[in-house]
């Protein structure tokens, strides 16, 4: 099938997609080229994509004859996926997290067919849903429950009990079914499933589940918790009630006390009698409006009023009530049926419950929380009757959705990082960056200091959070450089003063450059803005530039002696520092070049062996 027809094709995708028709003709889409060499060009960036699978290829030396038989493969239906190789990481908690990591040619075909499915689900995924989607983060979903949920009187907190171990294969694809009317194609995906892993050099049938660190996993995640999604929304449909709270009866008691009063005032007042009485009056509609301020105007828990408020992000959610702790158990209640049923998931205990809004509940690193603050309000103009202005005051609004740092990951933060005792403000000596340089040990505290502050850049009072890991940090710092001069710490610190900053200068290339130390006030607190994605056409995004892998290596040269008999292979370094070393670096510093250079089998060998050609050495200098 020509490029331009499977461009126009997945761009109609989307718009079939928001129909409601079932989509057929996707195992055809999988049989043009295009669609794997888009593939490799995007997974082949990837941090780790270096990392081997089981068969330990990696996508150095990609060629487009292993791009040809791979599509060949797919489309006579000889594919068949290789296991993952499982790997553990180390989670939050210090349990350890299964990784699976697929081979690299299995990587190809998982981008391809992520890239169809994300045509056709990512235009009907939930406006609740933000994890692993283009233009959402973590931080996107926060700003939604800042935004949207003020007043929340209940917060449900949920975990999916290990979510990606235990989606049911089965049930995904009847829910790939019910869109896609394609068998071939979902056929695929079922042996993406099944593929199985190696553990220990043990093989392992997969039953269930999608194995963290392949290409598609997270997009399958979403499709199988988009049913989730619907069910939340059809159950605040349900929920919500009523326009408005009702009038509070105390507060309305008292405002018809202070009109009874101000009628008192003018009646007195058009009989011209002693301005003593109203003085009297107006100090008891004083006493009354003090008293008055105490209470709300309305109804907080008034049953006529209800809203139901969720977000999730990948399969941690949080659901806001405004209602009833009944309600808020009773709709805790019917989503663990929901998952058990439908989904064939459970909820952790330990990380699932209804929690009292105003105490918070943790989300995405975060303490969620309904905040009402506790001054008498903000002064505030208001149209009077008969013309002008007067002054009024404005009270706050209650149960305003605040995102506080928790003191615990502060904690975690610290020990982690081997930066000191956060308690008694003392920094310690980090041994493993004895090593390093001043400038090194800078760069290194920077980049971790900084980028856990700007992760709760949109906390609210996250500068008075961290002052003290601040300040922790930086006594670590004067402590490892003190060592590291051998010198004490307050020497280390004039050391490193520059005005009210404090650095290094080195020289690189005969220029000076300047390396700071970050600080809280270099942290730019805002809220998150949620990224303008622009209106580029599916064929647009998967347009080829001329720079691109596939484009170079369809050039057939050599990009380092010229050669054009081939055959050409895609060089992928390992490190940058390989870079660093060897003589083909001025042929990789463009962007699009940086990581990849297209050499023939001679060079290629050559370059891995540490020997370079005559040839080549005479073009690269």
């Not at 994890?131 to 975990?159: N, P, Q, V």
């Not at 896609?180 to 892993?197: E, H, Q, R, S, Y």
Request: proline share 4%; glycine share 8%; with cysteine.
């Amino acid at each position: 099938m020509q490029t331009a027809t499977i461009l126009r094709r997945i761009e109609k995708l989307p718009a079939l997609s928001r129909a409601g028709k079932r989509i057929n003709g996707l195992h055809r889409l999988m049989r043009s080229r295009c669609l794997y060499e888009r593939a490799y060009d995007r997974v082949s960036r990837n941090r780790g994509a270096m990392t081997p699978g089981v068969d330990g290829q990696t996508f150095d030396g990609m060629t487009l004859a292993r791009l040809d038989r791979l599509t060949q493969g797919v489309a006579e239906g000889r594919y068949r996926p290789r296991p993952v190789r499982r790997v553990y990481i180390p989670k939050g908690n210090g349990k350890m997290r299964p990784l699976g990591i697929p081979t690299a040619d299995d990587r190809i075909v998982q981008e391809a067919a992520r890239m169809i499915l994300a045509a056709i689900y990512e235009p009907v995924f939930s406006k609740h849903s933000h994890g692993f989607r283009a233009g959402r983060s973590c931080h996107t979903a926060l700003e939604e429950i800042r935004r949207t949920w003020t007043g929340a009187k209940w917060l449900i907190e949920a975990d999916v009990r290990g979510f990606f171990d235990n989606i049911d294969h089965d049930i995904l694809l009847s829910l790939l079914a019910r869109r896609i009317d394609d068998p071939v194609f979902i056929d695929l995906i079922g042996t993406m499933l099944k593929a199985g892993c190696m553990d220990e050099w043990k093989f392992e049938r997969t039953y269930s589940g999608t194995p963290q660190g392949g290409v598609i996993s997270p997009l399958l995640a979403n499709i199988y918790l988009h049913e989730l999604d619907l069910f939340m929304e059809e159950m605040r449909a349900r929920f919500d009630k009523g326009v408005k709270r009702r009038a509070n009866p105390a507060y309305v008691v008292q405002s018809q006390k202070i009109a009874a009063l101000r009628k008192e005032i003018d009646a007195i007042r058009a009989v011209g009698a002693d301005e003593a009485e109203v003085r009297t009056r107006l100090a008891r509609i004083e006493a009354i409006n003090r008293d008055r301020r105490k209470i709300s105007s309305v109804d907080q828990m008034d049953p006529n009023f209800r809203r139901l408020r969720y977000c999730r992000y990948a399969d941690d959610f949080l659901v806001g009530v405004i209602g009833s702790k009944a309600d808020a158990v009773r709709i805790m209640a019917d989503i663990q049926h929901f998952l058990a049923d439908r989904l064939n998931l459970t909820v952790s205990p330990e990380k699932t419950g209804v929690r009292d809004a105003s105490r918070g509940s943790p989300f995405l690193g975060f303490h969620v929380c309904a905040f009402t603050l506790r001054s008498p309000g903000t002064m505030a103009g208001r149209q009077a009757v008969g013309g002008g202005m007067r002054r009024i005051l404005r009270r706050p609004t209650r149960g305003n959705i605040k995102l506080w740092v928790p003191r615990d990951r502060v904690y975690a933060f610290c020990r982690r990082k081997k930066l000191g005792n956060l308690d008694m403000r003392n920094g310690r000596v980090r041994p493993q960056l004895m090593e390093s340089s001043l400038a090194e040990i800078i760069v290194a505290y920077n980049s971790e200091f900084r980028g856990f502050a700007n992760y709760y850049a949109i906390a609210d009072g996250v500068k008075a959070s961290l002052d003290k890991l601040e300040l922790v940090m930086l006594r670590s710092l004067f402590a490892t450089v003190a060592c590291r001069r051998r010198s004490t710490r307050r020497q280390a610190e004039e050391y490193l003063k520059m005005g009210s900053d404090h650095g290094v200068i080195t020289v690189v290339r005969g220029e000076p450059r300047v390396h700071k130390v970050w600080k809280l006030k270099h942290l730019i607190v805002k809220t998150w803005d949620n990224p303008l994605v622009d209106s580029i056409t599916v064929g647009s995004r998967l347009a080829q530039s001329p720079n691109d892998l596939v484009t170079r290596l369809s050039a057939e040269q050599c990009e380092a002696c010229g050669d054009t008999d081939g055959p050409f292979e895609m060089h992928h370094p390992n490190r940058l520092k390989d870079k660093r070393r060897d003589q083909l670096t001025p042929w990789v510093q463009s962007a699009r070049r940086r990581r990849t250079v297209v050499l023939c089998h001679k060079c290629h060998v050559a370059h891995h062996g540490g020997r370079m050609p005559v040839r080549m050495e005479s073009r690269v200098h």
